[in-house]
């Protein structure tokens, strides 16, 4: 598998509010880092600029994100990974990730 990793500036992304965050899951398990710090994902609300919908991100954090519902919310070291195989299925897709996150 291959991978490309890009920055986000967030300013350029538009304003997200938290609607929940929750277990990343991986076969049933809560995915991790490899030094064992849980990953949550963190389903937010997009909700100016030309497109609005809902965006999750994955953050790492020893806790899970305690922030309100509807509160506004910013990324540290937000990045989209896109990733893709070199095999037969030629399988790919993208995903957000951030080292952390905090009400605005």
Do not use: H
């Not at 509010?17 to 899951?25: D, K, Q, T």
């Not at 997009?46 to 953050?59: F, L, P, S």
């Amino acid at each position: 598998m291959a991978a490309r990793i890009f920055p986000i500036d967030q300013t350029r992304f538009g304003r997200l509010n938290i609607i929940f965050a929750s277990p990343s899951m991986k076969r049933g398990v809560q995915s991790t880092t490899p030094d064992g710090v849980p990953q949550w994902d963190v389903e937010c609300a997009r909700t100016d600029g030309e497109w609005t919908g809902r965006v999750t991100v994955q953050v790492v954090s020893e806790a899970k994100p305690a922030i309100p519902a509807g509160t506004e919310v910013l990324f540290d070291d937000l990045k989209v990974i896109y990733w893709w195989k070199n095999d037969t299925t030629k399988a790919s897709g993208v995903f957000l990730v951030a080292e952390g996150v905090t009400a605005a």
